[in-house]
């Protein structure tokens, strides 16, 4: 008997929801000790594995080359790696991806082994630096055991999402100019897939398969890593047409998974991040949050393509921009937590070398916002050297090996992006956010203040290729007294700061401390 979807009373949904047979147990020696979950006002650095180092020179890059540069990140004053898919997958080809997944508790034999995954974390553990791994589980790939056997029509069946006759209405909607079919033939029936046919989507109603990958959730968790990355948050159930993301069940069990799951880990000590791709609008984007009780975080999607925006004087930048930034501060979770980026391996932006063509005065103050907006920063492999799309088709173009060479103290964009961490560190390290006033984004100045206990921090950007004149008077942020100011990464000396104004060069920002 297939399985034809259909929608569910309120009952069922939540019967469609629960998780069970998985057991919370971190390994205490592997594990970082956290009594909340990461992020909050960490240096996150997102690595494409393939293209970040080769340890045995293979032409692939490697689980153990990771290890070995963490000495490296550990310098930049990087806190947390968000690692790419490295489950066994089967395309191997020269974009290899790993979200066709063919076992889950398996490490690709070409970036590496268990053996090598515990090390790394033990390695990184020791120097303070916290790793998330990514998982696809809204799919698998077409050459898993577990399809390959629901074809033949076997125990599996019901893991995957079969029907005779689906209908119209099917589309992948954050591309409609050139939709593909969701529904993929086979014998008499069809299976579905909203990304491809090379990747069945599982089927979440079946409690078997919420429970395996509630297993397969906690089995990476358990052996030390310090959270998870959701692949594809928007598609695990499917309503029928026109219904294929962001459905109540979907939310449901997330919201579960929060409780069941990521909630016990904090119980124990060791708190566990749990962190959305759910890309969309900003709309969409809040209900992933739920009421503080789904993903801890979600990444900022909209923020990415306006911050270049802003810089490059687009038209409507400033308008978008604080039209984002307000609507999440009035209808967000309060303190929430945004994954901020200027790129990833997708198409959600041009690496910043490309997109300011070179210009390492552009490059830096992309990254001094990205840095300092309240969130979470992830900066993609590469980009702290000056890194360009590579001249390959789609998203090849950034996923490129990474160039080490260009880790030079000659380098401007990588001494901008030293100078950049170590503010970062420096003035954000134990600060405790209690409030946010956001100024926006006005004649060329983008301003806003952090404020925490007894201390406020001012974060000045002239986003424009003029000098601006900015006012510093630290009454008008609240505060009495300036502690210190620092400008494009600089610490000025006590007879360099002006009591009342100071002139900011183009493509610069000004940060400032007042107690």
Aim: glycine share 8%.
């Amino acid at each position: 008997m297939e399985y034809c979807m259909q929608l569910k009373t309120t009952t069922m949904i939540h019967a469609d929801c629960t998780i069970s047979d998985f057991e919370i147990k971190p390994d205490a020696e592997l594990s970082l000790k956290k009594k909340a979950c990461v992020l909050k006002n960490e240096l996150f650095y997102h690595i494409w594995i393939p293209a970040f180092y080769d340890s045995n020179n293979d032409g692939t890059g490697d689980i153990n080359g990771i290890t070995i540069k963490l000495d490296y990140l550990a310098s930049l004053g990087i806190k947390g790696i968000w690692l790419s898919p490295f489950f066994e997958c089967d395309y191997k080809g020269d974009n290899m991806h790993g979200y066709d997944t063919t076992d889950f508790y398996s490490v690709n034999p070409r970036l590496g082994t268990i053996e090598d995954i515990k090390n790394l974390l033990h390695t990184a553990h020791t120097k303070g630096i916290s790793i998330l791994f990514d998982l696809p589980m809204n799919h698998t790939s077409h050459a898993h055991p577990w399809f390959i056997d629901s074809k033949k029509g076997g125990a599996y069946k019901d893991w995957y999402i079969w029907n005779e006759a689906p209908g119209d209405g099917w589309h992948i909607i954050w591309d409609e100019a050139r939709a593909k079919k969701t529904w993929h033939s086979h014998s008499d029936s069809h299976y579905y897939g909203v990304f491809s046919g090379y990747m069945p989507d599982l089927n979440f109603v079946n409690n078997e398969v919420r429970n395996e990958m509630a297993r397969i959730i906690t089995y990476w968790l358990n052996m030390g890593f310090d959270g998870v990355r959701i692949d594809g948050a928007r598609y695990i159930y499917e309503d029928g047409p026109e219904k294929i993301s962001d459905t109540q069940r979907t939310h449901l069990l997330f919201q579960t998974i929060r409780k069941d799951i990521f909630d016990k880990y904090s119980e124990t000590g060791y708190s566990k991040l749990l962190i959305a791709e759910a890309w969309g609008e900003k709309e969409i984007i809040r209900n992933y949050y739920g009421n503080n009780d789904e993903f801890h975080s979600c990444f900022n999607f909209p923020l990415t393509q306006l911050i270049p925006d802003l810089i490059n004087n687009v038209a409507h930048a400033e308008t978008k921009i604080n039209g984002l930034i307000e609507y999440q501060l009035t209808h967000y979770p309060e303190k929430y937590l945004g994954g901020i980026f200027l790129t990833n391996h997708d198409l959600a932006g041009n690496r910043p070398a490309t997109e300011f063509k070179n210009d390492h005065k552009k490059m830096a103050l992309a990254a001094a916002i990205q840095f300092f907006l309240p969130g979470t920063p992830f900066v993609y492999y590469g980009n702290e050297v000056g890194m360009h799309n590579a001249n390959l088709k789609g998203d090849m173009k950034l996923r490129s090996k990474m160039e080490w060479e260009k880790q030079q103290n000659d380098n401007a964009v990588f001494k901008s992006y030293n100078a950049l961490c170590s503010v970062y560190n420096t003035i954000l390290n134990d600060f405790e956010d209690i409030d946010f006033a956001f100024h926006g984004a006005n004649k060329g100045i983008l301003s806003f203040v952090r404020i925490g206990s007894g201390k406020r921090i001012v974060f000045l950007f002239n986003y424009t290729g003029k000098m601006k004149t900015i006012d510093i008077d630290p009454l008008k942020y609240g505060g009495v007294t300036i502690q210190h100011e620092i400008i494009n990464g600089r610490k000025l000396d006590h007879s360099e700061i002006l009591q009342s104004e100071q002139s900011l060069p183009a493509y610069s920002f000004c940060i400032i401390v007042i107690s």
